[in-house]
C-alpha cells in the first residue's frame, strides 16, 4: 500500500490550496478515503472522510463549509480542496485509507501565514 500526499505549501490566511493523495497498491474503490492533520504539539484531528463511491462525504466541524473532499476512482486519487484557510490549519496533513484508518500517507505541510 502507497499513499503520496502532494500540494502543500505556505499561503497566506484567506488563500486557498488543493491537496492530492496519490493511492496504489490496493483497490481503491473499495475503500472510504480521509484526510487527518497534525499540528505542531498537537495529535492528530480527523478532517474528512468519503465513502468509496464518492456519494457520501463527512467533515469536522472545523473545516465544515471550507473544504471539500473529492476522489477520481479512474485515477486512484483522493483531493481536498481548502478555502478560507485560517492560521489554525497549518499543519501536516496526511492521506488514510480505510474505516477505520489502516494505512497512512507521509503527510504535506500546510502553513497559513501571512
Known amino acids: 500500500v502507497q499513499l503520496v500526499e502532494s500540494g502543500g505549501g505556505l499561503v497566506q490566511p484567506g488563500g486557498s490550496l488543493r491537496l492530492s493523495c496519490a493511492a496504489s497498491g490496493f483497490t481503491f474503490t473499495a475503500y472510504f478515503m480521509n484526510w487527518v492533520r497534525q499540528a505542531p504539539g498537537k495529535g492528530p484531528e480527523w478532517v474528512s472522510k468519503i465513502k468509496f463511491d464518492g456519494g457520501t462525504t463527512w467533515y469536522s466541524d472545523s473545516v465544515k463549509g471550507r473544504f471539500t473532499v473529492s476522489r477520481d476512482n479512474a485515477k486512484n486519487t483522493l483531493y481536498l480542496e481548502m478555502n478560507s484557510l485560517k492560521h489554525e490549519d497549518t499543519a501536516l496533513y496526511y492521506c488514510?485509507?480505510?474505516?477505520?484508518?489502516?494505512?497512512w500517507g507521509q503527510g504535506t505541510q500546510v502553513t497559513v501565514s501571512t
Open positions: 488514510a485509507s480505510g474505516r477505520p484508518i489502516d494505512y
